[in-house]
C-alpha cells in the first residue's frame, strides 16, 4: 500500500516525528519547503497505522504551512491511486470528495511534476518517484556538505 505523507511546517516540527540524520537534515534545509518528499525513521509517537516511516514534506504553499503550525497534518494527493491527478476542485470525484475531511481550493493549479521521494538508507540515496529535484541534486548536496549518506 502506498503511505501518506504528512505536511510539517519546520524542521524542528518534522524532528518531533522523525529520527533524522545529518544528512537527511541538510536536504530539508536544502530542498525545503519545496518539491521534496522525504521518507526517514518514524519516532515511537507515530502510529503504525500511518506508515511504517515518517513521510513528510514541508509545502511550498503558505497556507499549508500555517496550517500545520498547529500540528502535521497527514495528506494526499486529490485523486484515487491510479486515476489521474486533479489541478482544481472540479475534477475531484465525488467519491474522494465523500471520503475527506478537508480540501484546500486555490484555484486551477499549475500541471506540473510532482515532488520528488528520496530516503536515504544504509548510506544510499534512493528515488522513490523522480519529480523537480534529481538523484543526482540530492548527492550533491551531501556531498557539498561532505556528508556522507
Known amino acids: 500500500s502506498k503511505g501518506l505523507t504528512t505536511i510539517v511546517n519546520s524542521l524542528e516540527q518534522a524532528e518531533e516525528y522523525a529520527e533524522l540524520s545529518e544528512a537527511e537534515k541538510a536536504l530539508v534545509e536544502e530542498f525545503m519547503p519545496g518539491p521534496l518528499t522525504l521518507v526517514a525513521e518514524k519516532k515511537d509517537r507515530v502510529p503504525d497505522t500511518l506508515n511504517d516511516s515518517f513521510v513528510f514534506r514541508i509545502s511550498s504553499?503558505?497556507?499549508?504551512?500555517e496550517l500545520a503550525s498547529e500540528g502535521p497534518i497527514v495528506a494526499t494527493s486529490a485523486n484515487i491511486s491510479g486515476e489521474k491527478t486533479s489541478y482544481s476542485v472540479d475534477d475531484i470525484s465525488e467519491e474522494l470528495l465523500d471520503k475527506v475531511d478537508f480540501v484546500l481550493d486555490k484555484g486551477r493549479l499549475p500541471r506540473g511534476p510532482t515532488s520528488?521521494?528520496?530516503?536515504i538508507r544504509d548510506g544510499e540515496v534512493f528515488i522513490h518517484r523522480e519529480g523537480p529535484i534529481s538523484q543526482e541534486e540530492v548527492e550533491k548536496v551531501l556531498d557539498d556538505r561532505s556528508i556522507h549518506s
Open 61 to 65: 504553499s503558505p497556507i499549508a504551512r
Open 116 to 119: 520528488t521521494i528520496a530516503e
